[in-house]
C-alpha cells in the first residue's frame, strides 16, 4: 500500500516540476562565421547540477549537458564541431562565457538567473537582448559594436566595452547608473559621456577614444577610485571633489592647464604628452606615482609629496628641480629638460636614473647605494664617479653616450670606481660610452672577468690619467680645513683630513684630489693633479658669502667637484649669500598666493614652503609674478633677489581671493625692497627699519599693528597703514612722502613739517584735536573725517581738489582761497554759515548733520555757485543736505531748495520752502527798460534781497525812449499789474517793445531755452532770430529754420523770434 502511495505522489510532482523547469528556461542564440565543422566553445552551467544546459550545436538536435556550477572552469567547457552557423543554448543559465568564437550575432530571452555574461573577442555587430535582472558581469570587449542600449539588469557591477566602435550618441546605459561599479569603455569612438548619476562607480576605463573631450563625473563621490582616460582629446579636467580617488591617468590628451582638485589620495597621476606649462600636486600628499613627461612645464613643486616613488618628468622645460623632501624616491627620468644642477643626495633609495640630455656638469652619486640603471646621454658632465655605489653588483646598465666634455682619461678613472655587473650572463652591451671619447680608456679593467661589463666601444688603455701642473689663484695658509664623514671613497670607509688652507676674497678653502687606483683616498692638491680625476674644494665662506664656482682655465664651473684636463690654473669663487624673506602662516596645508618681482630681468628665486624644499621660479622685473602653492610646515622662505613683494590678503570665503594669513615676517634678510604690501595680515609687528629703498609701503587691515618706525625710510613716497591701531606716526624724515593713508587708527597727533611733496592724505576715525596742513602746497586731497577737530586751516591749500571733514567740531570753514575744490564734506559738524560762491568747479558737497534752520539753508544754496557741469550728464544727488541718521539734521525739508536746483544742482532732500518767512527775489535786468521794486513800507528792494513771503511788492518799470512795457514776469509767468507776492525764492522781470510795436505771443511751432553757454532757438518755419544782452547789445541775428545754438558767455539774455505768425520774446539765463 505504501509503494502505491509513493508512486502515486511522484507521478502527480512530474508535471509540475517539468512546467517550473519550462517557465525558468532561458534561450541564447548564437550566430557564428565559423564553418561547417569547426569547434565552437562554450562555458555555461546553470544554477544548479540539477538543471540540464541544452545546446543544438546548428542541426536542430538538443544535446543535454550536467555541469557542475561549482566544478573546474575545463569541465564546464564544452566544444564541439558544430552543424551549422546558429547555435541555441537552453537552460536556466547562470553564466556563459564564449570568447574568440567568431560570433556575429548575440540575443538572449528569458535569461532571469544569469549573473555572468561574457562573449569578449568576437565580431558581434548587434546584441538583441532580454531583461537580465540578477545578472552581475557583463563583457562585451573586442567586437565590432556601434550601438548599444542596455536596460532591466539592475544589479549589474561590471560592464566591459572596450574595444569596439561604439559613438556616444548611440550608448545609451543611464539605466545602470545605481549600481555599475566598474565601466570599461576604452578603444572605442565616444566624444563626451555625462556619468553624472552614476554614484556608486568606482572604475573608469576611456582610454584610447581619440576624440573623447569631456566626461562628466558625480562631484562629491566618495566611491571613485580610478579613472583612466589616457590617449584621448580631454581638453580641461574639471577639478571636482573626488575623495578617493587613487589613480588618475590623462597621459596623450589636450590639457592646457590644470585645476587643482580635491583628491586626498590620491597616489597615481599620470599627464604625460599634453601642453601643460603648470600643474599644482602639492594638494596630493600620498602621490607615490607622478608622471608628468612630455609636457611644457618650467617648474615643478613637490614639497607636499614626500610619499613619491616614481618619478617620470622628462621633455619639459624644467630649469631647476627641489627634491630634498621627496626621499623615497626610487625611480626618476629627468631626461630631456634644461636642468644645469640636480641634487639627488638625499634619495638614498634610487634605483633607476636618467638624467640625459640635461646641461649637467655633475650628477653627485654619493647616496646612490642601490643604483640599477643609469641613464647620462647628452650632457655636460666631463667625469662621473660610482665609488658609493654598492659593490655587491646591483648596478645592471650605465648608459653615457655622446658627453663630448668626457675624456678618456676620464672614463679610465670611472672604470675603476664602478662595482661589477650585476648579471654576467647579459649579452647586450652594458656600459654604452660612444660618443664619449673613450677609443683610449682602458677599457681592459672594465671587461675584465672580475667586472663583466661589456662595451660598445673598446679602448686601448693608454689613457692612465697621467699628471699636470696646476697653479693655485690664492694664498695658502699655516691653517688647516678639517674635512670628515663621508669622504673615503664608498660608505664603510669613511675618511677623516687636515688640508692646507688657502685664502682668497670673501673666504676660505681646501683642495683636494682622489688618489689612485681605486679613488677612495683624498691627497691635498697644490701644483700637481691627474687628469681626468676629480678634484674636491672644501669651502669655508666668510660671514654673509657663500660658494659659488670654480674658475679653471678662465671657465667658471659652479660645482666644487671639477677634474683639469691639462696645466690648470684654479681660483675659487665667493658672492654674497642669498637674500632672503621669511614669514609665519597658522598652520601647515593653508593654500597661499603672492607676487614678487626683481630688479633685474629673469631673476631665480627660490621658495621654501616650510618643510627645507627650495622651489625654484623665475621673476622679471617689467611686472608682478603671481606665485601660489601650498604652506608645508608654519615657516615659508624666499631666497633670491626680491625688490617688490605682494603678500595681500582677503579673508572673503566663496571668491578666488586668497588669505594668506601671515602672522609675522622677517626682512632682515632683504635689505633692498622697494615695495612691500602685507595688507590684510594679522601682523602685530613689522620691522622696516632696514629698507633704505622703500618707496612703497600697505601695511594696511592688520588690525593690531600699534607701532610703525619709518624713521629710516626716507624713500618712502607711498604709505598705506589704515585699519590698525597705531598711536604715534613719524614722518619727519619722509620728506619725499607723496601719499597718506592712515584713517582708522589711533593717531591723537600728526606732524607734516618736513612733507611739502605731500598731495593726498587720509586720516579719518583717528583721535585728532589738531591739524596743520599749512605746509602741504601741493595738497590735492585732504580726509579727515570722524576726528574732534575745532578748526581746519586750508588758506596754503590752493590745489586742493577733494576736502573731507565730517564728523568733527567744526564751526567755520574759510575755503576762498580753495578755488580748484571739485568734492567738499563737512557733515555732521555744527557750521550754520558757509560761502561757496567762488568754487566755481565744485561739484559735490556734503552739508548733511550741521543743525542748520531753514533759513540757514536758504542763505547756504543763495551763495552756492552755478553747477559746473552738464545736468543731463549727472546722475544721483550733487548736493547732500540730510540723510536721516544725523544727530543735528538740516532743517532741509522746510528749506528753499529751488534756490540750489535752479543753479543746477541735484539735492537729495526737495524742500517745500515753508520753513522761512523771508525768501530771496533776484532781478533780472531787462533789455530797452529798467525797472525798480519797492515793499509794503515803500523801501526799495534789490536784486538778492530777502523779502516778506506773500507781503506785496510793487514794481515801476521805465521804459527807455522809443519803448513800452510789454509784461513784467515772475519766475518766467507773465503778471498781471504791477504788484505780486512771492512764497519762495523768485526772479522778476520786465519785456518792452518798441512803441507801436506788436505785443510779445506765443508763437506755435517755436521753442526758446537757456542751456550750457549756448541759447537753444527753435522754429519749424523760417524766422528772424534775435539776441540781445542785459546791456542792450546784439549779439547775434540772423534768419534760420529749425534748431539753432547761438554759443554764448553765461549770463542773462533777451531773445526776439518773428515770423509771419508775430514775434515772441522771452528772457533766458545761460549757465
Keep these: 500500500m505504501r509503494k502505491n502511495s509513493v508512486l502515486w505522489l511522484s507521478l502527480l510532482a512530474f508535471p509540475l516540476f517539468g512546467y517550473a523547469q519550462e517557465q525558468a528556461q532561458g534561450v541564447i542564440t548564437l550566430e557564428t562565421a565559423k564553418a561547417v565543422g569547426e569547434e565552437l566553445s562554450v562555458t555555461t552551467f546553470c544554477t544548479s547540477i540539477n538543471e540540464p544546459v541544452i545546446i543544438d550545436w546548428g542541426d536542430g538536435v538538443e544535446k543535454s549537458y550536467t555541469i557542475d556550477p561549482n566544478g573546474w572552469g575545463y569541465e564546464q567547457e564544452q566544444t564541439e564541431a558544430i552543424k551549422g552557423q546558429t547555435i541555441k543554448i537552453k537552460g536556466n543559465i547562470k553564466c556563459l562565457r564564449c570568447n574568440e568564437q567568431q560570433l556575429t550575432s548575440f540575443s538572449a530571452e528569458g535569461l532571469t538567473s544569469i549573473t555572468e555574461l561574457d562573449i569578449s573577442e568576437n565580431q558581434i555587430t548587434e546584441v538583441d537582448l532580454c531583461e537580465m535582472p540578477e545578472l552581475v558581469d557583463f563583457d562585451m570587449s573586442k567586437n565590432k559594436l556601434t550601438a548599444l542600449t542596455l536596460t532591466g539588469m539592475p544589479k549589474l557591477e561590471d560592464l566591459n566595452l572596450s574595444y569596439n566602435e561604439i559613438d556616444s550618441h548611440e550608448l545609451y546605459i543611464s539605466s545602470l547608473a545605481e549600481n555599475l561599479v566598474e565601466l570599461n569603455v576604452s578603444s572605442n ?19 584610447n577614444n581619440p576624440d573623447l573631450t569631456t566626461v562628466v563625473f558625480y562631484d562629491g563621490s566618495t566611491k571613485l577610485r580610478i579613472i583612466d582616460m589616457s590617449d584621448c582629446y580631454i581638453m580641461h579636467f574639471y577639478g571636482i571633489s573626488l575623495p578617493n580617488l587613487s589613480q588618475l591617468l590623462l597621459s596623450n590628451n589636450a590639457l592646457l592647464d590644470w585645476e587643482v582638485g580635491d583628491y586626498p589620495n590620491l597616489t597615481s597621476l599620470s599627464v604625460i604628452g599634453n601642453q601643460l606649462t603648470s600643474i599644482d600636486v602639492t594638494k596630493y600628499p600620498k602621490l607615490y606615482q607622478f608622471s608628468c613627461s612630455n ?18 618628468c622628462s621633455d619639459n622645460e624644467l630649469t631647476a628641480l627641489d627634491l630634498s623632501v621627496n626621499t623615497e624616491i626610487s625611480t626618476l627620468d629627468v631626461a630631456n629638460n634644461n636642468l644645469a644642477k640636480l641634487d639627488i643626495t638625499m634619495l638614498g633609495n634610487i634605483q633607476e636614473l636618467n638624467i640625459s640630455g640635461n646641461p649637467l656638469r655633475r650628477i653627485d652619486l654619493t647616496n646612490a647605494y642601490y643604483l640599477q640603471a643609469f641613464e647620462a646621454t647628452d650632457t655636460q658632465c666631463d667625469y662621473f664617479y660610482f665609488n658609493y655605489v654598492s659593490p655587491s653588483g646591483t648596478l645592471e646598465k650605465i648608459d653615457i653616450r655622446n658627453n663630448p666634455r668626457m675624456t678618456s682619461d676620464a672614463l679610465s678613472m670611472m672604470y675603476k670606481t664602478m662595482p661589477a655587473h650585476a648579471d654576467s650572463w647579459s649579452s647586450e652591451p652594458t656600459l654604452l660610452i660612444e660618443g664619449s671619447n673613450g677609443e683610449h680608456s682602458d677599457t681592459d679593467y672594465v671587461t675584465s672577468s672580475d667586472m663583466q ?3 660598445d666601444v673598446e679602448g686601448d688603455g693608454t689613457a692612465q690619467n697621467a699628471e699636470t701642473d696646476v697653479t693655485i689663484n690664492a694664498t695658502l695658509t699655516d691653517g688647516t680645513v678639517h674635512v670628515e664623514g663621508q669622504t673615503g671613497g664608498n660608505l664603510l670607509n669613511d675618511g677623516v683630513y687636515d688640508f692646507p688652507k688657502y685664502t682668497t676674497g670673501n673666504g676660505a678653502f681646501a683642495i683636494a684630489q682622489w688618489q689612485a687606483p681605486y679613488y677612495q683616498a683624498l691627497a691635498s692638491v697644490s701644483d700637481k693633479a691627474n687628469v681626468g680625476v676629480p678634484i674636491c674644494i672644501f669651502a669655508e665662506p666668510a660671514e654673509g658669502y657663500k660658494f659659488k664656482s670654480v674658475t679653471v682655465n678662465g671657465e667658471e664651473i659652479a660645482e666644487d667637484w671639477f677634474v683639469v684636463t691639462g696645466p690648470s690654473t684654479i681660483e675659487v669663487n665667493f658672492t654674497l649669500a642669498d637674500k632672503s624673506i621669511s614669514f609665519t602662516t597658522d598652520k601647515a596645508g593653508r593654500t597661499m598666493q603672492f607676487s614678487l618681482a626683481s630688479d633685474e630681468p629673469n631673476a631665480t628665486v627660490q621658495i621654501d614652503w616650510g618643510n627645507g624644499s627650495r622651489q625654484e621660479t623665475v621673476i622679471g622685473n617689467s611686472g608682478m609674478t603671481w606665485i601660489d602653492g601650498t604652506s608645508a610646515g608654519e615657516t615659508i622662505t624666499i631666497y633670491g633677489d626680491v625688490a617688490y613683494a605682494n603678500f595681500e590678503s582677503y579673508e572673503l570665503p566663496n571668491t578666488d581671493l586668497i588669505d594668506n594669513e601671515i602672522t609675522s615676517i622677517d626682512l632682515s634678510k632683504n635689505d633692498g625692497l622697494r615695495e612691500l604690501c602685507v595688507y590684510g595680515n594679522p601682523l602685530t609687528s613689522l620691522d622696516v627699519t632696514n629698507q633704505k629703498s622703500l618707496v612703497y609701503l600697505d601695511c594696511a587691515a592688520c588690525y593690531e599693528l600699534t607701532e610703525l ?37 589711533e593717531l591723537t597727533e600728526i606732524d607734516f613739517g618736513n612733507n611739502p611733496e605731500l598731495m593726498s592724505v587720509k ?6 584735536t589738531s591739524l596743520d596742513v599749512s605746509n602741504l602746497a601741493k595738497l590735492e586731497e585732504l580726509e579727515a573725517n570722524g576726528n574732534m577737530l575745532a578748526e581746519v586751516d586750508v588758506e596754503n591749500n590752493g590745489n586742493l581738489v577733494s576736502l573731507s571733514l565730517g564728523d568733527n567740531d567744526l564751526t567755520s570753514l574759510d575755503l576762498s582761497t580753495n578755488t580748484k575744490l571739485q568734492s567738499l564734506s563737512f557733515n555732521d559738524n555744527a557750521i550754520h554759515s558757509i560761502d561757496l560762491s567762488m568754487l566755481r568747479e565744485l561739484g559735490s558737497i556734503n552739508c548733511g548733520g550741521n543743525g542748520m534752520t531753514a533759513c540757514e539753508l536758504d542763505d547756504f544754496y543763495w551763495n552756492l555757485p552755478e553747477f559746473p557741469y552738464d545736468e ?24 528753499d531748495s529751488f534756490i540750489a536746483t535752479n543753479k543746477g544742482w541735484i539735492v537729495n532732500i526737495t524742500g517745500n520752502a515753508s520753513g522761512c518767512d523771508e525768501a530771496y527775489i533776484t532781478v533780472i535786468p531787462s533789455v530797452n527798460g529798467s525797472i525798480a521794486l519797492t515793499d509794503v513800507d515803500g523801501n ?17 518799470a521805465t521804459p527807455d525812449d522809443t519803448y513800452e512795457l510789454d509784461a513784467i514776469t515772475l519766475n518766467g509767468e507773465r503778471i498781471d499789474g504791477t504788484e505780486f507776492t512771492i512764497a519762495r525764492a523768485s526772479e522778476i522781470s520786465a519785456l518792452f517793445k518798441k512803441l507801436g510795436g506788436i505785443d510779445s505771443v506765443d508763437l506755435e511751432g517755436v521753442s526758446i531755452n537757456g542751456g550750457n553757454q549756448e541759447i537753444v532757438v527753435f522754429a519749424d518755419t523760417e524766422s528772424k532770430v534775435e539776441v540781445y544782452n542785459l546791456q542792450g547789445a546784439n549779439v547775434f541775428a540772423g534768419n534760420e529754420s529749425g534748431e539753432l545754438r547761438v554759443p554764448v558767455a553765461s549770463g542773462v539774455y533777451a531773445v526776439r523770434v518773428s515770423n509771419g505768425q508775430g514775434t515772441m520774446v522771452k528772457v533766458v539765463a545761460v549757465k
Design 189 to 207: 569612438k565616444l566624444v563626451t559621456l555625462n556619468l553624472n548619476a552614476f554614484s556608486n562607480l568606482e572604475y573608469f576605463y576611456a582610454s
Design 295 to 312: 609636457n611644457r612645464l618650467s617648474s615643478l613643486n613637490l614639497s607636499n609629496n614626500q610619499e613619491l616613488i616614481t618619478l617620470m
Design 453 to 455: 661589463w661589456k662595451v
Design 709 to 745: 618706525d619709518i624713521a629710516e625710510n626716507t624713500q618712502l613716497v607711498y604709505l598705506d597703514c589704515h585699519g590698525n591701531k597705531i598711536g604715534n606716526l613719524d614722518l619727519s624724515n619722509c620728506s619725499g612722502l607723496v601719499e597718506l593713508i592712515a584713517f582708522n587708527n
Design 763 to 768: 586720516l579719518t576715525n583717528n583721535k585728532l
Design 872 to 895: 543731463d550728464e549727472i546722475t544721483g544727488t550733487t548736493l547732500t543736505v540730510q540723510t536721516g541718521e544725523e544727530e543735528t539734521p538740516n532743517d532741509a525739508r522746510n528749506a
Design 940 to 956: 526799495p528792494v534789490e536784486s538778492g534781497d530777502k523779502v516778506k513771503k506773500n507781503s506785496p511788492i510793487s514794481v515801476t
